[in-house]
């Protein structure tokens, strides 16, 4: 029974195997049409992967200045430096006692700016915490939590600009995602035709098998496969596609990554987006020809 | 084998075709099934297949009432049958081997076996030679061959053929008739829908007479 019905698949996959080596040219092209529809949310999306890959690095950056009260005690400030490298959100924390800075800031300025001749030290001691989470809602929480800390005058969080690029990083994930979407709905169209025209092509066929027993399974069975197939060709299409353009973008930009000191160049999991890519292809494929063929095989079934 | 008990056929907007129509068929019998066009004939033959149902009435094959049968076993009870259509029905874009293999694919049967058998019905309606021929390159005899084969390929038990010595010359027809007795000679159930006067007039074996949605008279003759 389990070889009987292993050998239908089979039988149906030869079928459509044959049928697509018949049509070559045109199988060709429908499986071309697939990989540019879905080549583009996926560039898109390496895009917006590799910029957040990117600012991850400058994120490496972000971190909260705490500026003590002038009055603070020197055990305060040294209890204060042992809370910060116990936190388990700070990496990094670099002390700037008031002094130093005085004399940091003092030298930058010309004789005769207003500011070298103030006979006190206006600035105060100051911590520069470098955070291990960068996303902006983690780096505001701590940055309130660290306001509230006694001797604490002002801690500040410069991270509204992270908070703009997470934003536009959102926005571009958005779009990938509404890219996706309607794509996947214009190959479900573009599938679903397809199928539905070699339908109407096999249509004696169908009638006559109709005719002398072949259940709708057995009708149905080819043209899902046909569906699957022309899924995966055009998902791996579209992964050479994006596999060409992203190997001539990294050759392009790599010259002038070198110019700016960097080695940036698109990185890409293509275990994953090949899986992704292919896989959704075929579902969709699957999908539109089901829709098709149960149409059709209603339509089929009214005229005779 | 096959009991028709009071069947009734109308359809859509029509007068009735069948009114009332009632017989049985033994198992391994050969019956002419005569009438002039619209007599009914084909709808009896498509009621016998399962194409279509009876308006009221039973129809038994082997014993099961195909009023009552739920549509997806129905493709299961068609493969019994093996059907000459009176227009042929054959697949003008594909060879004659792949025309007969179709019942084949349906059952699931392929590879060698399946060109074994192929084969074998080529051979028995004298085909073999044209295998890879295109249908449309065929003779009218030759096509109406060539659907015989398709139909017991599979080895159906009932074999329907309906008008298959319709546009055929005299000699061709008899060749035909020849076929289907020797179908019935090796066990299968025919049931053969004609007009044609010469092969109903040539027939040693039992004829329905169908006239105007009624059977009219069995005949009974014997060789």
Known sequence: MMKHRLNQHLQAIRLVLARMRRSLSSTLMICSVIGVALCLPAMLYVAVDNVSRATELLQGDAQISLFLKQDIAKSAVTALGEQLRRHPAVSEVRFVDRDTAWREFRSGLATDHPASSLEQNPLPDAYFVKLKQTDPESVSTLQQEMQAWDGVELAQADASWIKRLYAL????????????????????????NTIRLQIMTQREEIEVSKLIGATDQFIRRPFLYAGMLYGGGGGLAALLLLYAGIVSFNRSVAELALLYGSDFHLHTQWADLSLVLVGTAVIIGWLASYFAVGRSLAKLQQAG | MIRFDQVRKRYPGSDEILR???????????VLLTGQSGAGKSTLLKLMAAIERPTSGTVLIGNQNISKLRPAVIPYLRRKFGLVFQDHKLLYDRNCFENVALPLYINGVTGSDAAKRIRAALDKVGLLNKEKAMPITLSGGEQQR?????????????????????????SYAGEIMALFNAFQQVGVTVIVATHDVNTISQ?????????QGLLEVQITEFA
């Open chain 1, 169 to 192: 990083l959102q926005l571009g994930k958005q779009a990938v995602l509404a890219l996706a979407i309607l794509l996947a709905f214009a190959l479900t169209v573009i599938i679903a």
């Open chain 2, 20 to 30: 009332g129509v009632s017989f049985e068929i033994a198992e391994g019998e050969l």
């Open chain 2, 146 to 170: 060539l659907a015989i084969a398709r139909a017991v390929v599979s080895r159906p038990s009932i074999l329907i053929a309906d008008e298959p010595t319709g546009n055929l010359d005299e």
């Open chain 2, 203 to 211: 027939s040693p074996h039992r004829a329905l007479h169908l006239s």
